[in-house]
């Protein structure tokens, strides 16, 4: 066989495994999907029996003690669900309470003192150096900046 048949046949060969691989992944997938289905409807119809076999036997219509014992589990389970319902409910009316201002530390109280109360202030001074009037409140005179108390 020749170096171009060898070629020809290594080409065709990964062409032929490519081709295997995808129509195996088609393949596999599409029975995967069918299986889970099956899957689904058993369990759905199991779900029915279940239901029917419940109502049966609180009818009693039926004996049996397995059967009785998990429709005593599934009325267990109703009865934990319709509480946790409740609570669900409640979780959900909940509303954001804003928390009461916290009360200013008390450093914070205490009054800031402005000083002496205008009153006990002369409306007017007089600077000792240059004689010029200006507010009581004044702490230099405006005029010379001599400090005036
Ligand atoms: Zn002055």
New binding site residues.
Partial sequence: MGLFDQISRTIAQSVDRARFEAEKFQKTTRLQSEVNELRRQIDSKLNELGQRAYELLRAGQIQSATLAELSTAVDQLRSALVVKEEELKQAQAEVYVEPPAPAPPPSQSVPIDYGPPPSSTPAVKH??????QMPGTAMF??????R?T
């Fill in positions: 600077c000792g150096v240059c004689g010029f005179c405006p005029n010379c900046g001599t005036v």
